[in-house]
């Protein structure tokens, strides 16, 4: 019983993060503004680390939490850069 509810929330999680990736997708593209652009990406990118996540539960390998990981890493970096790029309009000093 507990290894079928616990299959059964994997994959509800799994449905529900896909709808927000789709939620986050139209953020960006529809945007009105630059500021809501990045922030849909930034949701974008959290949605797709957990719904690697909830794969790597699903499965049990290594390599999901892995690309979790990295996702995590670059999603943090180009938001930082695209919030210095919007306050200064250059990345670089």
Do not use: H, W
């Not at 139209?26 to 990118?45: C, E, H, K, N, S």
């Not at 979790?68 to 670059?74: E, N, Q």
């Amino acid at each position: 019983m507990t290894t079928l509810l616990l299959a059964l929330s994997i994959t509800l999680a799994q449905v529900m993060l896909g709808l927000a990736l789709a939620c986050a997708a139209y953020r960006m593209i529809r945007g009105p503004r630059a500021q809501d652009r990045v922030l849909g990406l930034d949701t974008f990118y959290t949605n797709s680390m957990l719904l690697l996540l909830t794969f790597g539960i699903q499965t049990g390998r290594a390599l999901y939490f892995e690309a979790a990981l990295i996702i995590a890493l670059i999603g943090f970096v180009g938001t930082v850069g695209f919030a210095k790029f919007l306050m200064r309009g250059e990345v670089i000093e």
